[in-house]
C-alpha cells in the first residue's frame, strides 16, 4: 500500500460513525442508544452519547446522539453529518430529516403515528390532521438508503408492542458492522427478563427484513402505503375503552389531554375512565399513552 493509500485508510478508519436516535417519549430511545453505545464501547469504539430525554413522560420529543470511532471529541452530530437516522415515530423522522447526511446517510424509520394532541382540533370522521403527509416511498426517494416499517405493528403480533424499538434495533444491526451475537447479549441484558424471547425475535425480525428488502428492492409486503388513518368518531359507533392497569405508570398524559375530562387517576396513580357518557372514543389517550395501556375498541361488525 502507497503512503497515500495508507494515509487514506487511517483517516477513515478514525472517522466518526453517527447514529441519531429520535422518537417520542416511552417509545425507548434512550435504551436504543445505550445498547448502541455499549456494543461500540465491547468493540473497542471510543464512544460519547448526548440525549434530551425531559418529556419521556410527557409523550414528548425525545432524541440520543451516539458518536464511535478511535477518537471522538464532541457528542453532538452536526446538522446533515448523521450517518444513520433511526425514527421510532414518523413525524419525529421527518423533522429530523435535514440532519442525515444527504449523500451517504441511511434512514430507519418507524411509520407509526403518534399524533400530538394539537393535530386532533376536530375530532369527527373526515377532519383533516395537522400531521406529516409524506409517504414512505416518497421519503426513500429522497435519501441515500432507506427503511421504513410498521415496527410497532410487527411487534403487536410477535406478542408485545413494546418490542417496537427492538424490532429498529435488528434492522439497525444489518446496516452497522457488529457481529450479531453481540447484539443478542446486550440486548438480553437490557430489556426486562421476562420479555427476553419476545425482544430477541423482534430483534431477528429486523435484521432478516433488512436482508429481504436487499434481495428484492421491489417487495412492498412488509412496507405500509404511509397514508394517515383519519381519527374516527364515536358519536355514532360502539366502541369500548379497555384499561390495562399494570401498564399504566401514572404519567398522567392521558387525563390532561382528554378533550372530554372523562379520566382520572385513581387513589393508586392508575387511570380510570370516570364518566363513560361523555367518552367520544375520540383515541387521543390510546395515541399519547406512551406505555400501550389503553385501547379503544370497535365493534367492526357493526
Not at 277 to 297: M, N, Q
Amino acid at each position: 500500500m502507497s503512503p497515500k493509500d495508507e494515509a487514506s485508510s487511517a483517516r477513515s478508519k478514525a472517522k466518526a460513525t453517527n447514529v441519531l436516535i429520535v422518537g417520542v417519549g416511552g417509545q425507548g430511545v434512550i435504551m436504543v442508544s445505550k445498547v448502541l453505545a455499549t456494543i461500540c464501547q465491547m468493540e473497542g469504539h471510543k464512544v460519547k452519547q448526548s440525549e434530551v430525554h425531559g418529556m419521556a413522560k410527557r409523550g414528548g420529543s425525545v432524541f440520543s446522539h451516539v458518536r464511535f470511532g478511535e477518537q471522538i471529541w464532541s457528542p453532538t452530530i452536526p446538522r446533515g453529518k448523521a450517518d444513520v437516522l433511526l425514527a421510532m415515530e414518523w413525524a419525529e423522522g421527518m423533522r429530523w430529516l435535514n440532519c442525515l447526511d444527504k449523500e451517504t446517510g441511511t434512514l430507519i424509520a418507524d411509520t407509526q403515528h403518534i399524533v400530538p394532541p394539537f393535530a386532533c382540533q376536530n375530532r369527527r370522521r373526515g377532519a383533516e390532521r395537522v400531521y406529516s403527509r409524506e409517504t414512505p416511498a416518497e421519503i426513500i426517494n429522497m435519501v441515500s438508503a432507506g427503511y421504513a416499517v410498521d415496527a410497532t405493528q410487527t411487534a403487536t403480533e410477535l406478542g408485545n408492542p413494546r418490542a417496537a424499538n427492538t424490532v429498529l434495533l435488528g434492522t439497525l444491526s444489518a446496516i452497522l458492522d457488529f457481529p450479531e451475537e453481540l447484539w443478542l447479549d446486550v440486548i438480553s441484558k437490557s430489556v426486562p427478563p421476562k420479555t427476553v424471547d419476545v425482544n430477541l425475535k423482534a430483534f431477528q425480525w429486523g435484521r432478516d427484513w433488512v436482508a429481504r428488502v436487499r434481495e428484492n428492492p421491489e417487495i412492498d409486503d412488509f412496507v405500509p402505503s404511509g397514508e394517515t388513518p383519519v381519527l374516527p368518531t364515536a358519536l355514532d359507533d360502539e366502541f369500548e375503552l379497555r384499561i390495562t392497569p399494570e401498564w399504566c405508570k401514572g404519567c398522567d398524559i392521558c387525563v390532561k389531554m382528554c378533550p372530554e375530562r372523562c379520566l382520572a387517576l385513581n387513589a393508586d396513580q392508575v387511570v380510570e375512565l370516570i364518566d363513560e357518557e361523555a367518552c367520544t372514543g375520540c383515541r387521543v389517550c390510546e395515541i399519547l399513552c406512551p406505555d400501550f395501556a389503553i385501547d379503544v375498541l370497535r365493534d367492526t361488525a357493526a
